[in-house]
T-cell receptor, first 111, second 114 residues
């Protein structure tokens, strides 16, 4: 079983704070990792992907990957109420393109 | 959304009836996927396709079949719907098989089996 685990939350942060979302995965063959955002009643949309150890920044979002610890995280700086959504972590091997999704973390940003 | 549409968007059906969901893409992506999303389970892969007439099973394929006769269309069929198949179904596409390539999701189909 190739599991991806996330804390389901809910996670609440005040507007302007840093939100930290975490994900662990069981399959050491996983090579690429993705963070999707899903608003209620909508489909998932990609925020970031990462496949090298370390940090990757894109605007207010930073993805962090530690393959030795099998750990992926997403930091959202200067959180906004519009960031309130469920965040899905996904892992994929380098071939085959099958994604394994976590159950998602619900984030609420309080104005 | 990479030009992905799903039909129908909502469907209510009765136990034992056949149901077909359609996914249509205009991006010429080679890979297509069907997921179901249920509370507490996240997104789970049902079947996927890596080309016309090339399909394979995912993690929760029992009770489902798929067909892909054209690059742009991927059909999911529930031969005899059961209440446990009540769910939201998402289609996704991807242009290549390389691991860092993202999947694009359609808007979803909400299926209720009574």
């Amino acid at each position: 079983q190739k599991e991806v685990e996330q804390n389901s939350g809910p996670l609440s942060v005040p507007e302007g704070a840093i939100a930290s979302l975490n994900c662990t995965y069981s399959d050491r063959g996983s090579q690429s990792f993705f963070w999707y955002r899903q608003y209620s009643g909508k489909s998932p949309e990609l925020i970031m992907f990462i496949y090298s150890n370390g940090d990757k920044e894109d605007g207010r979002f930073t993805a962090q990957l530690n393959k030795a610890s099998q750990y992926v995280s997403l930091l959202i700086r200067d959180s906004q109420p519009s960031d309130s959504a469920t965040y899905l972590c996904a892992a994929s091997p380098n071939t085959g393109n099958q994604f394994y999704f976590g159950t998602g973390t619900s984030l609420t940003v309080i104005p | 959304d990479a030009g992905i549409t799903q039909s129908p968007r909502h469907k209510v059906t009765e136990t034992g009836t056949p149901v077909t969901l359609r996914c249509h893409q205009t991006e010429n992506h080679r890979y297509m996927y069907w997921y179901r999303q249920d509370p507490g389970h996240g997104l789970r892969l049902i079947h996927y396709s890596y080309g016309v007439k090339d399909t394979d099973k995912g993690e929760v394929s029992d009770g489902y079949s798929v067909s892909r006769s054209k690059t742009e269309d991927f059909l999911l069929t529930l031969e005899s719907a059961t209440s446990s198949q009540t769910s939201v179904y998402f289609c996704a596409t991807s242009p290549t098989s390389r691991g860092e390539n993202e999947q694009f999701f359609g808007p979803g189909t909400r299926l209720t089996v009574l």
